[in-house]
């Protein structure tokens, strides 16, 4: 009797510490621990292509992604056994266990797959015939892994009226027990948000749309580098969210996101005929009159197909280049004067040089001498005749007197020098 007792203690209580060891690290949907194995961060391998794999599963990641109700095994429903198979890759549309309770069916997303199918990026066109380049195509994880699984907290900005912790705590006063009035909040608000930022947006676009080759395939042009010139892209890349990001231009209003058509079909919302009703929303430019939809979003400066920006662009550039230029020869010679302000290309005469002084008054003594002769006047016998004064020479200097006083003049200022 205590024996049978002690032993089903012990059974109970090693059962109890695996328990605890096991829900440690089990999340409450994995059934089959999976997790088990692939929480460990180091579970990778190198494949037969060279490539790095990591089979590493973030426990904590995945509970606060929008899968964190899906059981592995739905969407990896062929891993049966352990060792496994080699996985096959996973098909974002078949049904998990999930229970969708608007129509009551086990949940699937096959209806976005088949937007997406009838949308500009269907991989077959209206005849069922495969569009060339079919690689470009995306499919849903193309535009949905980057970042894979972002935690729900950070969507829920408190910036829009009525959407907070405090409006959430109206609906305990109802609903009382349990996390009901948090799980359909979350759900709820955060589906009121976009649940991408607009420059995260524009990246998934842009993996396709601003590759080189991808355009040249597909005779498209660069719409994303024309978008960021404009100005909804500059405020979208300063942080606006109120500014239209590509989604909010090329989905009708109302419409499944993942129904983006090509211009040319008349449904779409960037056709000719539609676009003044996409520019009207509420929330963008209710009322602007109809020229507002003549704006170009895509300028490229494409001289064949948008010959006047193309011109404008380069008188603006010429413009720009003159301007610029002239004003900066400007600076450039107050900077110089200013560095060196003594600086001259001719040579300044200088004051206290008396072999140049002297030279200067000989010559023009010589020259005063000169004159006279040749007016037959004789020289310097006259006390009239006033000393030179335009040669602007002090007294002494004066030409007035003889040639040979010149000279002992000479001596004395080389006496001074001396
Ligand atoms: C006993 C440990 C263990 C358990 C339990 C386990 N796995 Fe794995 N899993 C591994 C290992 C090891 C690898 C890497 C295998 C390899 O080297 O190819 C792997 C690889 C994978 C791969 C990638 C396989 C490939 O070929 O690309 C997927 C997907 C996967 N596991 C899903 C699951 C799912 C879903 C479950 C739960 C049903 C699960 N695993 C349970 C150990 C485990
Ligand atoms: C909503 C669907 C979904 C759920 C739920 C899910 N996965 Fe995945 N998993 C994917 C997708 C998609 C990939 C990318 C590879 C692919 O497309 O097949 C992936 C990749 C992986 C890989 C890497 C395989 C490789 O080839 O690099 C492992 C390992 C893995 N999952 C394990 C798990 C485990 C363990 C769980 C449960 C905790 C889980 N997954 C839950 C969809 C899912
Ligand atoms: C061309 C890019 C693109 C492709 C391809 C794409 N999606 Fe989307 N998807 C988006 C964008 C953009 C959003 C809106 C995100 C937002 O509102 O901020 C979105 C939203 C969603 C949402 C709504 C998420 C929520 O919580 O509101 C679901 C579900 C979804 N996509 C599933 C899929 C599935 C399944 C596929 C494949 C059949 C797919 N998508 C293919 C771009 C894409
Ligand atoms: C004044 C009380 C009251 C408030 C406040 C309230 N609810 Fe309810 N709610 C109810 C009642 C009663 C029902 C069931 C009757 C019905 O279906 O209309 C219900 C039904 C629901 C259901 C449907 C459940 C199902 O399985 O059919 C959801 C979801 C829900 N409420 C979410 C919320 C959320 C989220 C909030 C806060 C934003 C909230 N409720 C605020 C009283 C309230
Ligand atoms: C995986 C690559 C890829 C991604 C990502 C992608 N696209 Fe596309 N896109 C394509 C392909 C391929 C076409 C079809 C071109 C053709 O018909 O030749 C296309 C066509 C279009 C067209 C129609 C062009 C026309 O007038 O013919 C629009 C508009 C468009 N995409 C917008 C977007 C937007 C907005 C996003 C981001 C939410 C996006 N695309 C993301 C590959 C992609
Ligand atoms: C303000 C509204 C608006 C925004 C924002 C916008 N587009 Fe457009 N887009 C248009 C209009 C209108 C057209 C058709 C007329 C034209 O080409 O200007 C167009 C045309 C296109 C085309 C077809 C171009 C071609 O060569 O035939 C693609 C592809 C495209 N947009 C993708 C994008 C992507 C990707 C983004 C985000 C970076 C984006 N658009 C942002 C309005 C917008």
Do not use: W
């Not at 266990?97 to 997406?116: C, D, R, T, Y």
């Not at 705590?169 to 948000?193: I, M, N, P, Q």
């Not at 009322?287 to 011109?311: C, I, N, W």
Request: glycine share 4%; aromatic share 8%; with cysteine.
């Amino acid at each position: 009797m205590i024996i049978r007792r002690s032993i089903s203690i012990v059974i109970t209580l090693s059962l109890a510490l695996v328990f605890i060891f096991v829900s440690d690290m089990v999340y409450a949907g994995d059934e089959l621990n999976c997790v088990l194995c692939h929480k460990h961060r180091g579970l990778s391998r190198i494949d037969k292509d060279g490539q790095f794999r990591l089979f590493y599963i973030n426990q904590e990641l995945f509970e606060s992604g929008p899968h964190r109700r899906n059981k592995c095994k739905d969407c990896h429903s062929d891993i049966d056994r352990i060792p496994h198979n080699p996985a096959k890759e996973v098909d974002c549309t078949q049904q998990c266990h999930i229970v969708e309770p608007s129509g009551n069916k086990k949940f699937s997303h096959k209806p976005v797959a088949k937007i997406l199918e009838n949308s500009t990026h269907g991989k077959l066109d209206k005849n069922g015939e495969p569009k060339p380049y079919q690689e470009d195509f995306p499919s849903c994880k193309s535009c949905h892994d980057q970042p894979l699984y972002r935690p729900f907290s950070i969507y829920k900005g408190e910036k829009v009226a009525g959407i907070s912790k405090r409006a959430m705590s109206r609906c305990k006063s109802c609903h009382t027990s349990g996390d009901f009035a948090e799980d359909f909040y979350e759900h709820v608000t955060t589906r009121l948000h976009k649940s991408r930022y607009s420059v995260e947006t524009i990246e998934v676009c842009a993996k396709c749309h601003q590759d080189e080759g991808f355009r040249e395939r597909h005779e498209l042009d660069d719409v994303i580098t024309s978008y960021k010139e404009t100005f909804h892209g500059k405020m979208v890349i300063l942080g606006s969210e109120k500014t239209p990001d590509c989604i909010d231009c090329h989905v009708v209003t109302g419409e499944n996101t993942h129904l983006i058509e090509s211009q040319s079909v008349d449904t779409s919302s960037v056709h000719e005929n539609n676009l003044n009703t996409t520019c009207r929303t509420s929330e963008c430019h209710a009322e602007a009159g109809a020229m507002l939809s003549s704006f170009q979003t895509h300028v490229t400066y494409d001289r064949e197909k948008y010959p006047m920006q193309f011109y404008m662009l380069i008188g603006f550039k010429a413009l720009m280049a003159f301007v610029l230029y002239f004003f900066l020869t400007l600076i450039f010679f107050e900077l110089l004067r200013r560095l060196f302000p003594k600086f001259s290309f001719f040579k300044e005469k200088k004051i206290d040089d008396y072999d140049d002084i002297l030279h200067e008054i000989k010559s023009s003594i010589k020259q005063n001498e000169q004159s006279s002769d040749d007016k037959n006047i004789a020289p310097n016998t006259s006390p009239e005749n006033p000393p030179d004064s335009s040669s602007g020479k002090s007294p002494e200097n004066s030409p007035g007197k003889t040639s040979d006083k010149t000279k002992s003049l000479d001596d004395i200022l080389r006496g001074k020098k001396e």
